[in-house]
């Protein structure tokens, strides 16, 4: 059963830091790109961040350059998203995705071929 289980979501102050991970099972992640998304209630989701199955990072999203950081580790077949300098408009479901082949496709959800559950990200004091 092939699966992406994202975790070390939850709440922090602004300023904070939280590290997000994105385990798969069933499949190795070599061979894929991989993304990460984060979604507000009403608003579409984003896409945050990807990198290459070659472990080139090709984007970051504007409100997150400086701050955030992605990342992986096939060994463990995990990816990762460092996110420091927490903001409230951080606040989201984030949620990893991956896609075939060494690219990452444009950020959009039905680009990519596989997806998480999410883990909810809150900023606050």
């Known amino acids: 059963q092939l699966q992406l289980v994202e975790s070390g979501g939850g709440l922090v102050q602004p300023g904070g830091s939280l590290r997000l991970s994105c385990a798969a099972s069933g499949f190795t992640l070599d061979y894929y790109a991989i993304g990460w998304f984060r979604q507000v209630p009403g608003k579409e989701r984003e896409g945050v961040s990807c990198?290459?199955?070659?472990?080139?990072?090709?984007y970051y999203t504007d409100s997150v350059k400086g701050r955030f950081t992605i990342s992986r580790d096939n060994a463990k077949n995990t990816a990762y998203l460092q996110m420091n300098s927490l903001k409230p408009e951080d606040t989201a479901v984030y949620y990893c995705?991956?896609?075939?082949?060494?690219?990452?496709?444009?950020?959009?959800?039905?680009?990519?071929?596989?997806w998480g559950q999410g883990t909810q990200v809150t900023v606050s004091s």
């Open positions: 990198i290459t199955s070659g472990d080139e990072v090709i």
């Open positions: 995705a991956v896609d075939y082949g060494y690219y990452c496709p444009a950020p959009i959800v039905y680009e990519y071929d596989y």
